[in-house]
């Protein structure tokens, strides 16, 4: 159900101060601005009346200076309201936000050069306005086209509705904080059922790095600041040395929220951790351009795979490019590179589609592999797209590998159901010999959508937009037949007789039996809702994401934070555990699809696979 609306504007103009800002007194901040806006100057103004000095007079004019000044300030006043809230184009950037005209932010601040990050120490008001300001995109610099929807003005029935909303989400996300800092301050993951923590990702407060970039969106200043301090007082990598820790998930959820974070604020203690990582990183390479799947602080203990995993090898150059980018050493962004440009030599039975596990070394055939785009592929796919991007389009041997991997997805991958509905597809799972394809989607895949699409608009290929919402829409029906209101964790349908069709289960829309039921709080069908609606402005995809949360409200919500389930059709079937990505992306996602579009711009950032957002300068 939706939340309660506001039914004064006055106070929902006070409650979105708040959550953009970031005020930890939203009564107290409030009064005391209405008390200077609204009732200093009145009183001023019949003071100055009442107390004013000798008039000069001069002829037939008797002329009260004080009075004079007093009525060209009203008369300025009068003429700057009529600019400001009269005449303003709106824009698909949020000019007419609540927020922007509150705080006398414009679309022009955007546009001017940022000078780095570099800046004074400065007063905590001042460092959450420079993070408001960094938030919508000032500083970002590229010569590509814009893509994102140019919105309208929106109605305030609209607008009160989804910052509503938007509220819903931050109190969500404030919810799964507070029970992160209250029972596993420091650790990985906190157990949302039980209480306590679990460490799975080298132990060094996944979560919290996690969700840094994500505070700051939100307004948390509080909590970020409490967050940084624990960073520079605590943080460390250098424990155990010698113990094998993941590279991938390393990389997209420490590496990538440091990067995200420090592009967002500024802070450079964020930025040294980025690079002191990065070195340490840097040991998995050793012997081969591809990093090996583990690595350890100390060199000398670094292993060698036989194959490394696609996903993994192709989900760093985001990261690496950026860093090479913030420290002005090149070394990381020539290895991340390195990799893409011996991929890009392989010779694969389907073109542009790799099998899960490749090896190091140009020219290698593949042949006789399941290709698709989930799980162990899927982000190599979305980076080919998004370090196009982050490279301003200047690296095009990548463009071209992405749309030859999207032509192959067209012929061989697209399944559609036997009933004839032209509304939704799967992305099934092929031969690379038979070109046989099976009905089986994982969640994973559900960001292809929001690939499709951002290609789409770059590339101006208006089919795969068509099928981007087709591929989204066939993702959400997973969400929407569910007895939880939640996705299986892979989807997988009857084959049908007909070659690339597929049979629904009536009641499930997937087979119950044959799907991978469980659903662990994963963030790539509203990563591709957001996508989007930032790209058509079409405001259902707001509503689908809407009903999503309230599935997670209804099925996922603990006393302590959010639980995944071990079954869709069960919401009793909780498994106890909050992955970080949670706060890193499905919260992350769901307040950007109802925050103004100025958020995060899709003009102004490039998400890593952990949605950190890159600043592209």
Same mark, same amino acid.
């Given at each position: 159900?939706?939340?309660?609306?506001?039914?004064?504007?006055?106070?929902?103009?006070?409650?979105?101060?708040?959550?953009?800002?970031?005020?930890?007194?939203?009564?107290?901040?409030?009064?005391?601005?209405?008390?200077?806006?609204?009732?200093?100057?009145?009183?001023?103004?019949?003071?100055?009346?009442?107390?004013?000095?000798?008039?000069?007079?001069?002829?037939?004019?008797?002329?009260?200076?004080?009075?004079?000044?007093?009525?060209?300030?009203?008369?300025?006043?009068?003429?700057?309201?009529?600019?400001?809230?009269?005449?303003?184009?709106?824009?698909?950037?949020?000019?007419?936000?609540?927020?922007?005209?509150?705080?006398?932010?414009?679309?022009?601040?955007?546009?001017?050069?940022?000078?780095?990050?570099?800046?004074?120490?400065?007063?905590?008001?001042?460092?959450?306005?420079?993070?408001?300001?960094?938030?919508?995109?000032?500083?970002?610099?590229?010569?590509?086209?814009?893509?994102?929807?140019?919105?309208?003005?929106?109605?305030?029935?609209?607008?009160?509705?989804?910052?509503?909303?938007?509220?819903?989400?931050?109190?969500?996300?404030?919810?799964?904080?507070?029970?992160?800092?209250?029972?596993?301050?420091?650790?990985?993951?906190?157990?949302?059922?039980?209480? $306590? +923590?679990?460490?799975?990702?080298?132990?060094? $407060?996944?979560?919290?790095?996690?969700?840094?970039?994500?505070?700051?969106?939100?307004?948390?200043?509080?909590?970020?600041?409490?967050?940084?301090?624990?960073?520079?007082?605590?943080?460390?990598?250098?424990?155990?040395?010698?113990?094998?820790?993941?590279?991938?998930?390393?990389?997209?959820?420490?590496?990538?929220? #440091?990067?995200?974070? +420090?592009?967002?604020?500024?802070?450079?203690?964020?930025?040294?951790?980025?690079?002191? *990582?990065?070195?340490?990183?840097?040991?998995? #390479? !050793?012997?081969?351009?591809?990093?090996?799947? !583990?690595?350890?602080?100390?060199?000398?203990?670094?292993?060698?795979?036989?194959?490394?995993?696609?996903?993994?090898?192709?989900?760093?150059?985001?990261?690496?490019?950026?860093?090479?980018?913030?420290?002005?050493?090149?070394?990381?962004?020539?290895?991340?590179?390195?990799?893409?440009?011996?991929?890009?030599?392989?010779?694969?039975?389907?073109? =542009? *589609?790799?099998?899960?596990?490749?090896?190091?070394?140009?020219?290698?055939?593949?042949?006789?592999?399941?290709?698709?785009?989930?799980?162990?592929?899927?982000?190599?796919?979305?980076?080919?797209?998004?370090?196009?991007?982050?490279?301003?389009?200047?690296?095009?041997?990548?463009?071209?590998?992405?749309?030859?991997?999207?032509?192959?997805?067209?012929?061989?991958?697209?399944?559609?159901?036997?009933? $004839?509905?032209?509304?939704?597809?799967?992305?099934? !799972?092929?031969?690379?010999?038979?070109?046989?394809?099976?009905?089986?989607?994982?969640?994973?895949?559900?960001?292809?959508?929001?690939?499709?699409?951002? =290609?789409?608009?770059? #590339?101006?290929?208006?089919?795969?937009?068509?099928?981007?919402?087709?591929?989204?829409?066939?993702?959400?029906?997973?969400?929407?037949?569910?007895?939880?209101?939640?996705?299986?964790?892979?989807?997988?349908?009857?084959?049908?007789?007909?070659?690339?069709?597929?049979?629904?289960?009536?009641?499930?829309?997937?087979?119950?039996?044959?799907?991978?039921?469980?659903?662990?709080?994963?963030?790539?069908?509203?990563?591709?809702?957001?996508?989007?609606?930032?790209?058509?402005?079409?405001?259902?995809? !707001?509503?689908?994401?809407?009903?999503?949360?309230?599935?997670?409200?209804?099925?996922?919500?603990?006393?302590?934070?959010?639980?995944?389930?071990?079954?869709?059709?069960?919401?009793?079937?909780?498994?106890?555990?909050?992955?970080?990505?949670?706060?890193?992306?499905?919260?992350?996602?769901?307040?950007?699809?109802?925050?103004?579009?100025?958020?995060?711009?899709?003009?102004?950032?490039?998400?890593?696979?952990?949605?950190?957002?890159?600043?592209?300068?």
């Amino acid at each position: 159900m939706e939340p309660p609306t506001f039914n004064r504007r006055l106070g929902q103009f006070r409650t979105m101060i708040d959550i953009e800002k970031g005020y930890s007194e939203p009564d107290k901040q409030y009064s005391s601005s209405a008390r200077t806006t609204l009732g200093t100057p009145l009183g001023s103004l019949k003071k100055l009346f009442d107390h004013s000095t000798d008039p000069i007079v001069s002829g037939r004019y008797t002329i009260n200076l004080r009075r004079l000044f007093v009525l060209l300030l009203i008369l300025i006043g009068m003429i700057t309201l009529w600019f400001v809230a009269i005449l303003p184009e709106h824009s698909g950037e949020g000019a007419d936000s609540l927020i922007q005209n509150a705080v006398g932010i414009t679309n022009q601040d955007r546009l001017k050069n940022d000078e780095g990050h570099a800046r004074p120490r400065v007063s905590p008001q001042d460092s959450a306005t420079y993070r408001y300001e960094r938030v919508r995109g000032k500083g970002a610099r590229t010569s590509l086209k814009k893509i994102q929807f140019k919105f309208p003005r929106e109605s305030d029935q609209d607008r009160l509705q989804r910052e509503s909303r938007l509220q819903a989400v931050r109190g969500g996300f404030e919810h799964a904080w507070t029970g992160y800092r209250d029972h596993a301050w420091g650790h990985d993951e906190v157990s949302p059922v039980s209480g $306590g +923590y679990k460490d799975n990702f080298n132990g060094w $407060g996944a979560t919290m790095i996690d969700s840094l970039d994500t505070l700051v969106i939100m307004g948390f200043n509080k909590e970020f600041d409490e967050a940084l301090e624990w960073v520079k007082t605590n943080f460390t990598m250098t424990n155990n040395p010698t113990i094998q820790r993941p590279f991938f998930e390393t990389i997209i959820r420490y590496m990538g929220g #440091f990067l995200g974070a +420090y592009d967002l604020t500024g802070e450079k203690v964020l930025l040294d951790k980025a690079e002191e *990582l990065g070195k340490y990183t840097l040991n998995a #390479f !050793q012997g081969s351009d591809f990093p090996n799947s !583990q690595f350890t602080i100390d060199p000398s203990f670094s292993g060698r795979d036989e194959s490394s995993v696609l996903a993994e090898i192709g989900t760093l150059q985001l990261e690496f490019s950026r860093l090479s980018m913030l420290t002005g050493n090149p070394i990381y962004d020539q290895k991340a590179r390195k990799i893409f440009d011996i991929l890009g030599t392989a010779m694969p039975e389907i073109p =542009g *589609l790799l099998p899960p596990n490749v090896q190091d070394g140009e020219g290698r055939r593949y042949s006789n592999f399941q290709a698709s785009v989930g799980g162990m592929v899927d982000s190599y796919y979305e980076y080919l797209l998004k370090e196009w991007i982050l490279l301003d389009g200047k690296a095009t041997k990548y463009k071209e590998m992405f749309e030859e991997a999207v032509s192959s997805i067209k012929k061989y991958m697209i399944m559609t159901p036997e009933d $004839g509905s032209k509304d939704y597809v799967i992305l099934g !799972q092929v031969n690379s010999a038979s070109k046989a394809v099976e009905p089986d989607m994982g969640h994973l895949a559900c960001f292809m959508s929001g690939s499709l699409a951002m =290609g789409s608009k770059y #590339f101006g290929r208006p089919e795969d937009l068509l099928l981007a919402r087709q591929v989204a829409q066939g993702c959400y029906l997973g969400y929407h037949h569910s007895a939880s209101g939640l996705a299986p964790e892979a989807a997988r349908f009857t084959g049908s007789n007909q070659p690339g069709k597929f049979v629904t289960d009536p009641q499930h829309f997937f087979s119950p039996y044959r799907s991978r039921m469980e659903y662990i709080l994963r963030p790539e069908t509203l990563e591709s809702l957001w996508i989007l609606y930032r790209l058509t402005g079409e405001k259902k995809y !707001q509503d689908q994401a809407w009903e999503i949360f309230q599935s997670l409200e209804r099925s996922c919500r603990t006393s302590i934070a959010y639980t995944g389930l071990t079954n869709v059709n069960n919401i009793h079937s909780q498994d106890n555990k909050m992955e970080s990505f949670f706060l890193a992306e499905t919260l992350k996602y769901l307040y950007l699809i109802f925050s103004t579009p100025d958020v995060i711009s899709l003009d102004d950032f490039v998400l890593n696979t952990e949605a950190h957002p890159l600043l592209r300068t």
